[in-house]
């Protein structure tokens, strides 16, 4: 069973209280338009959540606010178009706080898809927080963006009637943080799509790889370029292994912010010939790029959850993680996990798996399994049980 594996019971087996239907409205204003590094992340988590919110409680009516110029659809969800352009951060800040309140008096339920509702607000209230890296991590913020989250976040759990977590290392950090009660917290995970994230027949990679004229055998990383995201240390291992050891390491993913040192490091270390930037990787090619690489690594020192580990133990391809936050809890058994910032035990799990055959068997038919435990189905059915927590107490 896929709860078996992963809960630990913060808020999964309480009851779930209000069953009436109702009406609930969904701020979804960071649903990307465009492609781009921000249709990752917490874009694909909305999407995918709309995806399949419907089905999980047919019987409800469900309208998602988005900004002008979206034009996604879902079935069984009312799109409902700002008149503002609410792309730029600034205009959708503004929106959340002063229009927006206005919209919402017929929802019995209002839910914050990204950490802040607004201050004023007649309907009761659910909130999704991701993760606390804007406390964590304020550096790699701008300022004016770290104020509003640290603000917000705070006063938005302290009012929510549930605040929603993707993993339970982020449950833990807000009830830590803002000194909430583990009833008023409620896990729902990541999940992947089975149809778009599985095995691939071997024609089909090969025939990708010589489109794209990538090596046999390589290694990969997808995410956004930014410090978060450790690629140093990686770079650091992986200079550190002999040569014979090495297969190129691709690295996929949109420039995010401070991304200098990340290009600094391979120049230093020499190791220009070997990594390779591939750019943002548009959604629909991943299941190819999962599928063509031998290892996927993400040496991150801060996670929510870490989408693409999931993904990739998807495709079958054997992965490498930090033990940070809640990558262990995606990976559980499946991969290797290493201290975030020890270059030696990264080497030595390279190395690993360069030359370790029977591991990298092993690890890809255990991440199979243990990606079957994620689905975005039960991420829905997750959410609508916490909307009935929420208004039965």
């Known amino acids: 069973m896929a709860g078996d594996g992963i809960n630990t019971g913060i808020r999964q087996n309480a009851p779930v209280g209000y069953n009436a239907p109702m009406h609930i409205g969904l701020n979804a204003h960071l649903l990307s338009g465009a492609p781009g590094y921000r249709s990752a992340g917490i874009h694909q988590y909305i999407d995918r959540l709309l995806g399949h919110l419907a089905a999980a409680a047919p019987e409800w009516r469900f309208t998602a606010l988005v ?37 919402l008096g017929e929802f019995d339920l209002y839910h914050a898809l990204a950490f802040a509702g607004p201050v004023i607000l007649r309907a009761p209230m659910v909130v999704t927080v991701y993760d606390l890296s804007f406390i964590h991590y304020p550096q790699y913020l701008p300022a004016s963006r770290r104020f509003y989250l640290r603000l917000f976040t705070g006063l938005t759990c302290r009012r929510a009637r549930q605040v929603l977590t993707i993993s339970e290392s982020t449950a833990r950090d807000v009830m830590a943080t803002f000194g909430l009660p583990p009833e008023r917290i409620a896990v729902t995970w990541c999940g992947h799509d089975a149809d ?24 990969l990383y997808i995410g956004t370029l930014e410090p978060r995201k450790n690629l140093t240390t990686l770079f650091e291992a992986y200079a550190a292994l002999p040569r014979s050891k090495r297969l190129p390491l691709l690295i996929g993913g949109g420039k995010g912010w401070q991304y200098d040192s990340i290009f600094a490091t391979v120049e230093r270390l020499g190791l220009s010939r070997e990594v390779e930037f591939k750019g943002f990787l548009p959604t ?46 995606v990976a559980g058994d499946a991969g290797l996990i290493v201290p975030p910032l020890d270059v030696d035990a990264w080497r030595a799990a390279l190395a690993r798996a360069a030359g370790d055959a029977d591991w990298r068997s092993e690890a890809r038919d255990r991440g199979l399994e243990r990606a079957a435990c994620f689905t975005w189905a039960r991420t829905a059915e997750q959410t609508i049980a916490a909307y009935r927590r929420a208004m039965g107490e």
């Open 196 to 219: 778009r994230y599985h095995p691939l027949p071997p024609e089909d990679i090969a025939a990708f790889k010589r489109a794209r004229g990538l090596p046999e055998r390589f290694w």
């Open 284 to 329: 629909e090619e991943l299941p190819l790029w999962y599928n063509s690489a031998e290892l996927f690594v993400y040496p991150s020192l801060f996670e929510g959850f870490g989408l693409p580990v999931l993904e990739a133990m998807a495709c079958g391809t054997p992965v490498i993680v930090s033990a940070a936050s809640s990558l262990p809890e």
């Open 67 to 103: 900004g002008r110029r979206n034009r996604r659809a879902y079935s069984g969800i009312e799109m409902r178009r700002s008149v503002w352009d609410t792309e730029a951060p600034l205009r959708r800040l503004l929106w959340e706080q002063f229009a927006q309140p206005w919209a």
